[in-house]
């Protein structure tokens, strides 16, 4: 069974970090680009961070660069959102996702992405 499990979410103050994991089974996560994606209440599901297969192509949403980093670990299968300078505007549910993209390639698109996980709950407030 293909799957992507999120954790490490949580409540946290203004300024605060995160660690976001999303460890996959079923499935070799190295193959895939790898997509991290928020969705608040009434609004759509944005991107937030991507990186592709190789590793060689990253990409950040304005919202996030300089305090968000993706990453990934192939031996453990799992890829990471590193958050800090937390704010409120960041509270949302956190997807990762896998994608079948090409090898020096991401995307903040939702539509391009196979696999989802079933999200973790992030809330910047004090």
């Known amino acids: 069974q293909l799957q992507l499990v999120e954790s490490g979410g949580g409540l946290v103050q203004p300024g605060g970090s995160l660690r976001l994991s999303c460890a996959a089974s079923g499935f070799t996560l190295a193959y895939y680009a790898i997509g991290w994606f928020r969705q608040a209440p009434g609004k759509e599901r944005e991107g937030v961070s991507c990186m592709s297969s190789s590793g060689g192509s990253t990409n950040l949403a304005d919202s996030v660069k300089g305090r968000f980093t993706i990453s990934r670990d192939n031996a453990k299968n799992t890829v990471y959102l590193q958050m800090n300078s937390l704010k409120p505007e960041d509270t949302a549910v956190y997807y990762c996702?896998?994608?079948?993209?090409?090898?020096?390639?991401?995307?903040?698109?939702?539509?391009?992405?196979?696999?989802w996980g079933q999200g973790t709950q992030v809330t910047v407030s004090s």
């Open positions: 996702a896998a994608g079948d993209l090409v090898e020096h390639y991401c995307s903040g698109a939702p539509y391009e992405y196979d696999y």
